[in-house]
């Protein structure tokens, strides 16, 4: 008999030392990341773009959670930026290597600050079990690190692919032809994450047979669910403007920002009652989470 797949709430030590780790548009997927290394332990982690790591640190979480002391994860990523998206100062290198040093020690990391195209020839063939591919998102750019990288991956071995359900990228143009051709799983929510399996389908069963698909509604929930849940704690920062009073009532401006003001902060009440609920909502699919039916 399988397994079930087995839901674990994380809890991202990184987001003490990184806040926006939780923000980074990649955040919605955390959870199912989490989830597939702690179900499926796979033995090495690479991963193609980096940044701040959010996703490469729900990996590490997930590792450290799960004990995997063995497993290889290594971080490519020139930490610079490119001319499609901009650049960045050295400052977010700076912060991964502080957040992989403080909160993941004793880890299997391994960053590799080079450009794709010459960290390849470091990675020995057939040795990555989990490829995650989150460089630029041209069509030609994700095409190339792909077929750079795809004589790396282990038999049996699953690709992800972020941004893959947008129009905003030529990734998803990519994605859509990978799927013709090779068995895929895909999570449309953020931006769309996507499972390839071009080495084999023996994972691709097994994670059907799982009931992982049916998942996918659930995992988006929670993703947005985080995702707003780090905002309005960004948000619940304490703003240094001093509520004002009027100080005459005949001081028809003062009366009326102080109007707005209490509006607003109605409003935000309001927000803040719809995330307790949402909270509330969560500990209940905590109690009993779907795949706890499978
Ligand atoms: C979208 S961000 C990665 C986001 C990250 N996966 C996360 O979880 O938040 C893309 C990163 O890829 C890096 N990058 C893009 N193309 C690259 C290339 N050809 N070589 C090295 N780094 C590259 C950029 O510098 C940037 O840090």
């Known amino acids: 008999m399988l397994p079930k797949w087995r839901f674990r709430p994380a809890v991202f030590a990184a987001d003490a030392a990184n806040p926006e780790l939780a923000l980074a548009p990649w955040a919605g997927h955390r959870q199912f990341l989490y989830d597939y290394v702690r179900n499926i332990r796979p033995g090495s982690f690479l991963e193609l773009g980096v940044y701040h790591g959010c996703a490469f640190f729900a990996c590490c979480q997930a590792a450290r959670d799960e004990g995997l002391d063995w497993m290889r994860l290594t971080a490519v990523d020139n930490w610079l930026g490119n001319d499609n998206d901009g650049y960045y100062g050295e400052d977010v290198y700076e912060t991964f290597l502080a957040v992989a040093r403080t909160c993941y020690s004793g ?3 391994h960053p590799v600050r080079k450009p794709f195209a010459e960290a390849v020839s470091e990675v020995a063939p057939a040795s990555i079990e989990l490829l995650h591919i989150d460089g630029c998102h041209t069509y030609d750019a994700v095409a190339a690190d792909y077929a750079a990288y795809l004589p790396k991956l282990a038999e049996e071995g699953v690709v992800l692919l ?3 359900f947008t129009e905003r990228h030529g990734s998803t143009r990519f994605w859509r032809e990978l ?7 895909l999570f449309e929510h953020c931006f769309g994450l996507g499972l390839v399996f071009p ?5 691709y069963h097994h994670l059907l047979q799982l009931g992982l698909p049916q998942l996918a509604p659930w995992y988006a929930r929670i993703g947005h669910l985080e995702m707003a849940l780090a905002a309005a704690r960004r948000d619940a920062i304490p703003s240094p403007q001093p509520i004002e009073t009027p100080a005459a009532p005949q001081d028809e401006t003062r009366v ?3 109007t707005e003001q209490a509006a607003r902060s109605r409003e935000q009440a309001a927000n803040w009652w719809q995330t307790a609920m949402e ?6 699919c905590l109690d009993s989470p779907p795949c706890s039916k499978a």
């Open 179 to 185: 799927s013709a051709g090779h068995p895929t799983l």
């Open 107 to 109: 880890l299997a990391i």
């Open 199 to 203: 080495k084999g389908d023996r994972l």
């Open 256 to 258: 009326a920002k102080a």
């Open 162 to 164: 972020h941004d893959v």
């Open 279 to 284: 909270c509330q909502w969560r500990l209940d």
